[in-house]
């Protein structure tokens, strides 16, 4: 079945209504993004909610909601340093000091309309896809932008690292890195989240078709 499509436009009743059909029909849920907005958080942690409700799984809705709103988040900061590249306020993107500090600077309350209408005139979304297969609840975080060889080689290794630890503190005072408020610490985070709730790392995974597209895929058990 075609999955049904969400944007920030839609009304909380039509949205809660069509969403309780597509699960009830097993279709696929999309929720598209320009930015990290409340509204669009506000329909995933329905969706969630239900899903995890229907499995009597409601115990791991914080942990699962928070690997989710990690992944957003790093989606949305590539797509930031991105835009914040093409206009030169990064001059140079293999500093990650002032990747980081340039990103803080526009992905903040004040700023975050602005940068969402020119992430999407740059054509710059990230896809939130919710669908269930078998006991499986499959959520996966796309974006716009294709990571590099060395990118995705720093990405596998830290998530091979963080597996080790058992609080985000713990690793980060063993591992200390100038990007702990980039993407690094997000991936981390969805790591040590997914160990707490007894779900491998492995059912963690980032991929990239090395053209035009990220992929974040979450794999969660509901099965007895």
């Known amino acids: 079945m075609p999955p ?59 942990p699962v909601l928070s690997c989710i709103k990690e992944l957003i988040a790093n989606a949305t900061k590539a797509n930031a340093k991105k835009i914040l590249i093409e206009e030169g306020k990064i001059q140079n993107p293999d500093d990650p000091v002032e990747v980081v500090r340039q990103i803080r600077s526009i992905l903040n309350e004040d700023a975050l309309l602005e940068y969402g209408i020119k992430a999407k005139t740059h054509g710059l979304s990230t896809r939130i896809y919710v669908k269930m297969i078998g006991n499986n609840l499959i959520i996966e975080v796309i974006n716009n932008l294709p990571l590099s060889d060395k990118e995705y080689r720093k990405i596998t290794e830290r998530i091979e690292r963080s597996s080790k630890y058992d609080n985000i503190a713990e690793f980060f005072m063993e591992n200390p890195d100038p990007e702990a408020e980039g993407m690094g610490l997000g991936l981390s985070m969805v790591v040590v989240l997914l160990k707490n709730i007894n779900i491998s790392y492995k059912n963690f995974m980032v991929t990239t078709d090395r053209r035009k597209k990220t992929f974040a895929k979450l794999l969660i058990p509901l099965g007895r």
């Open 4 to 62: 049904i499509a969400t944007t920030e436009k839609r009304t909380d009743v039509d949205f809660q209504r069509e969403a309780l059909t597509a699960l009830k029909n097993k279709q696929d849920i999309v929720f598209v993004t320009y930015s990290a907005i409340e509204d669009t958080e506000e329909k995933i942690k329905f969706v969630l909610g239900k899903v995890l409700e229907q499995h009597n799984k409601e115990d791991i809705f914080t």
